[in-house]
């Protein structure tokens, strides 16, 4: 059976990708403490299309820092899911972190995060709280990398 929110992403035209693959046993997507779930920081996902390698401004233009942040979104949504069975159980976006491999003099991390936090903000439309952050390197070259925070029923 297919959730609300589920079904708000298909309408939206919009789909998750299979949920990101942690490469050590010592991490996880998702860490479930009471009411909160705290999700690890999740890079792009390659199969919808994302930019996987490059400095916002540089080779990563902000537009598609922008895109890639909605699609970042999209694979934290796709762990989640897997971690509570259904998208339904999220009550509201508690807090993203978002960190941008940012080209020297960049300073507009802000304006690439918001492709994460207009997505949420569409599927959960309460005002959330975040960082959006420039760094020197992201692993892998990743241009974007997003932790967040769930309340959960």
Do not use: W
């Not at 994460?116 to 903000?121: G, K, R």
Request: a negative charge; charged letters at 25%.
């Amino acid at each position: 059976m297919t959730g609300r929110i589920e079904a708000r992403l298909a309408e939206m035209g919009l789909e998750l990708p299979e949920p990101f693959a942690y490469p050590s046993a010592n991490r996880t997507g998702c860490v479930e403490t009471g009411n909160l779930l705290f999700v690890s920081g999740h890079p792009p996902p390659a199969e919808l299309g994302a930019a996987m390698r490059g400095k916002v401004d540089a080779e990563v233009s902000e537009a598609e820092a922008y895109d890639t942040a909605r699609k970042t979104a999209l694979n934290i949504l796709a762990s989640v899911e897997r971690h509570l069975g259904s998208l339904d159980r999220i009550r509201r976006v508690i807090k993203i972190n978002g960190y941008v491999n940012s080209s020297p003099g960049f300073e507009r991390q802000f304006a690439a995060i918001d492709g994460a936090s207009d997505l949420l903000y569409d599927l959960f439309p309460e005002a959330h709280a975040r960082t959006a952050v420039g760094v020197a390197e992201l692993p892998r070259g990743f241009p974007i990398e997003i932790e967040a925070v769930f309340e959960i029923e």
